[in-house]
């Protein structure tokens, strides 16, 4: 009996959309079907992934991934580099940890020398995401826009606390937003409304659901992403066709299976491979559900994914 | 195609006999509907109506039994996860080749037989090795078949060649452990249906592409063989995704018979890495068995767990156990905290207590999985419940000061908490987010 291919049809489109300056300037999404289904729909960009560095040594990351940036991660301007020149990486995400209260407490006057430096060093299109805490976000993210204003960059997160000072920094510099909200498919269009009804550009926003590692609530991210992508596409819902980005390295890098060794667990086998595969296995997982932009750590894991989106193309 | 309760009801006698142990032939017909009842419950069923539902009430993909410990493949009904459960998580099989010395051989088996992992309280493990026949002897192939029969009992074999003259001579060493018999293709097609048939023995059938797999699957089933694994020769990470899904789509959209059964999947890669990457792909997107190149730890760790999290049932909550968790290196001097048992609540709190520094004690109470507030709203995280918990839980000898810390959400119940608990327990308020413990444990340091 002969196969008819059943093949859906989407109303549907994701915004596509462009960061970065120049010719290392980056596009992500416009593609108007679910994860990898070429045979009834056109992926015009694969999913990319960042290197994430941040403004203050990665003292709490594993020694499994810390060690790949030592000699380098004491400077963000040649962090940033060694991730560009060395790591071959398409985008850099500055993460701005320590600028959190409970960390470094860095002020919004150091981000802005920060971001200055590494803009200056690398020229791919660069990400800057703050420490995660929403008051002090506000003030950081705010003076890092204007820092990097003409670069086009991607600057976060805005959450429903803090997005009012965040966006109107983006608009005024230029730049593209992440909105996240809590792994729930309608707050994460209720805040993409309130973004938009400040007359911020909805083709610049990215979604963020919330990432969760594998093993921790990991279906849950999975989940909320695929309705996301169904209501964006299927139901044509324009307020959910925002790429979406899934931010895995804090979570990946701090759950026990990256970190405990082998002498502890050993039913868990090698630990260097085992952070790796953790990492490896998320993004492969955030891929399938729709992710558009991912931010890692560990170079292998990266390899693993862009070899594993190559063969799926 | 699956027949709404009422074109079912019909079909019955609708005498409300109860023998099929419902009150109501309608109350029997919307079980059936719902495919959670078999036809055969009806003892009264006329002949005619027997066929007719017994055929609309097969599952769209046939559930097989596989392995010494009966494993069920396939019966999955939906695309998407959050539609409803995937019910049969795919096993995962160890591939070894003929060929491999008997050394190598026996470390394989000593690999599945350890292979066993606790994750939140499930025992996950590699339940599957598939011997295959690289070097084409049905002698060779039917010692290394006998030695993994005999060395890991447990595990469910999968018989790789598409030599019939192979398979023969393997099948009499675990012909009693329902194993899958693999590789019959266009060719070897009427020897391999002669070994399987009438034995209750899975055939698995291999042609690429769909079309070839439909004509082969037709043909195969046409010959009295009903219990078939399908593999369409998809081996990149694209074919996989593109034809599992619609091979899987054809079977509960379009009602497609030829493709009404499981999916086998083989993955081998040069990187271990990257081929725990694309057997990923396939728990997710709609393999049922997925034949890998090895399990060293830390990969059959990463897969088991992911399996695990994708085939949860999204109506309900992980649960992790209850009980008093040490985090960090907690002593009698260590604050004590509680929240639910809701897993998400408790990977939060965790981390964001670990991500303090603060060494503490974290009591996690059952209360079937509900996020603090929810669960305050059910009346199961109340004064009463939690004060028996903590009671019961030993935590007054974790501590030395008996003070308990509660999430801020409810912080309504602290009073009358402190006065159920008595004894001298104090009971403080917490902030209302995870995300504020570490400010709030440090500030008390």
Redesign the interface.
């Known amino acids: 009996?002969?196969?008819?291919?059943?093949k859906?049809s989407y109303a549907g489109k994701i915004n596509s959309l462009t960061f970065g300056s120049g010719d290392k300037a980056v596009t992500i999404g416009g593609e108007n079907g679910l994860?990898?289904?070429?045979?009834e729909s056109s992926i015009s960009n694969r999913p990319v992934v960042a290197l994430e560095i941040q403004d203050v040594a990665p003292s709490?990351w594993p020694d499994t991934v810390r060690k790949v940036y030592d000699g380098v991660s004491g400077s963000p301007a040649q962090w940033a580099k060694f991730c560009q020149d060395s790591l071959g990486a398409k985008i850099v995400a500055l993460r701005l940890v320590g600028t959190h209260?409970?960390r470094e407490n860095r002020s919004a006057d150091d981000a802005v020398k920060t971001v200055t430096e590494v803009l200056s060093a690398v020229d791919v299109p660069v990400m800057i995401i703050g420490s995660?805490h929403i008051e002090k976000d506000a003030q950081v993210l705010k003076a890092a826009a204007e820092a990097a204003k003409g670069k086009e960059c991607i600057i976060g997160k805005a959450q429903e606390e803090n997005y009012r000072t965040i966006v109107t920094a983006a608009i005024a510099n230029n730049h593209k937003i992440i909105a996240m909200s809590q792994?729930d498919v309608n707050l994460a269009k209720q805040l993409n409304i309130l973004i938009t009804q400040m007359g911020f550009n909805r083709e610049n926003i990215i979604m963020d659901p919330m990432s969760?590692a594998?093993?921790?609530?990991?279906?849950?991210t999975?989940?909320v992403m695929?309705?996301i992508r169904?209501a964006a596409l299927v139901q044509n819902d324009p307020m959910m066709q925002t790429p979406l980005l899934c931010d895995i390295g804090p979570n990946v890098w701090?759950t026990k299976?990256s970190a405990a060794p082998e002498s502890e667990l050993?039913?868990?086998?090698?630990l260097e491979?085992?952070g790796?595969?953790?990492e490896?296995?998320t993004?492969?997982?955030m891929i399938?559900a729709g992710c558009n932009l991912l931010v890692m750590r560990h170079p292998?894991?990266v390899e693993?994914?862009n070899?594993?989106i190559g063969?799926?193309? | 195609m699956a027949l709404s309760g009422v074109e079912i009801f019909k079909n019955l006698p609708k005498t409300n006999c109860k023998k099929c142990g419902y009150p109501t032939c309608l109350a029997f017909a919307m079980k059936l509907a719902a495919l959670q009842e078999s036809v055969e419950k009806c003892p009264d069923l006329s002949e005619a109506a027997k066929q007719f539902l017994g055929a609309a009430a097969e599952p769209p993909i046939r559930g097989i039994v596989l392995g010494p410990k009966g494993i069920k493949v396939g019966e999955e009904t939906v695309l998407f996860r959050h539609e409803k459960k995937f019910v049969n998580p795919c096993p995962i099989a160890l591939n070894i080749k003929d060929t491999e010395g008997s050394d190598a051989i026996a470390k394989h088996i000593a690999d599945v037989n350890s292979s066993e992992i606790d994750r939140v309280g499930q025992m996950l493990r590699v339940d599957f090795v598939c011997v295959s026949n690289e070097s084409g002897d049905p002698v060779k192939f039917a010692a290394v078949v006998k030695q993994v029969a005999e060395g890991a009992p447990n595990a469910g074999l999968i018989l790789n060649s598409s030599n019939p003259a192979s398979i023969e001579a393997a099948i009499t060493h675990c012909a009693d452990k329902k194993p899958l018999v693999y590789g019959a293709n266009a060719e070897n097609l009427d020897a391999m249906v002669n070994i399987v048939k009438g034995k209750n023995i899975a055939l698995g059938i291999y042609a690429k592409g769909l079309d070839a797999l439909s004509d082969l699957s037709e043909k195969v089933k046409g010959m009295g063989v009903n219990e078939i694994v399908l593999d369409s020769g998809a081996r990149t990470a694209k074919e996989m995704v593109e034809e599992y899904t619609m091979i899987r789509r054809g079977a509960l959209k379009k009602s497609f018979k030829p493709f009404g059964f499981p999916v086998i999947s083989f993955v081998s890669r040069d990187d271990s890495t990257f081929e725990a990457a694309v057997a990923s792909l396939g728990i997710m997107k709609y393999a049922s068995i997925i034949v890998v190149s090895s399990i060293e730890k830390w990969k059959a760790l990463a897969l088991l767990t992911l399996r695990q999290n994708i085939y949860t049932d999204p109506q309900v909550p992980m649960q992790v156990e209850q009980k008093i968790y040490k985090i960090g290196d907690a002593n009698e001097n260590s604050p004590l905290l509680i929240t639910t048992n809701f897993s998400l609540t408790y990977f939060i709190v965790r981390g964001e207590i670990e991500n303090s520094k603060v060494p503490c004690w974290l009591a996690i109470m059952n209360v079937e999985g509900l996020s603090v507030l929810t669960a305050w709203a059910a009346g199961k995280f109340v004064a009463g419940s939690i004060s028996n918990f903590i009671k019961e839980s030993g935590a007054d000898k974790l501590v030395a000061k008996k003070e308990l810390i509660l999430p801020g959400y409810v912080s309504v119940l602290s009073g009358s908490l402190e006065e159920k608990l008595g004894d001298g327990w104090k009971v403080s308020v917490g902030p209302r987010e995870a995300n504020q413990l570490p400010a709030f444990l440090k500030a008390r340091v």
Do not use: C, H, N
């Open positions: 009996m002969p196969f008819a291919i059943p859906d994860p990898f289904l070429s045979f709490d209260p409970d995660g792994l969760s594998l093993g921790y609530g990991i279906e849950y999975y989940s695929e309705r169904q701090k299976e050993p039913e868990w086998g090698s491979e085992r790796i595969v953790w490896s296995v993004a492969a997982t399938m292998k894991a693993t994914v070899r594993l063969e799926l193309m």
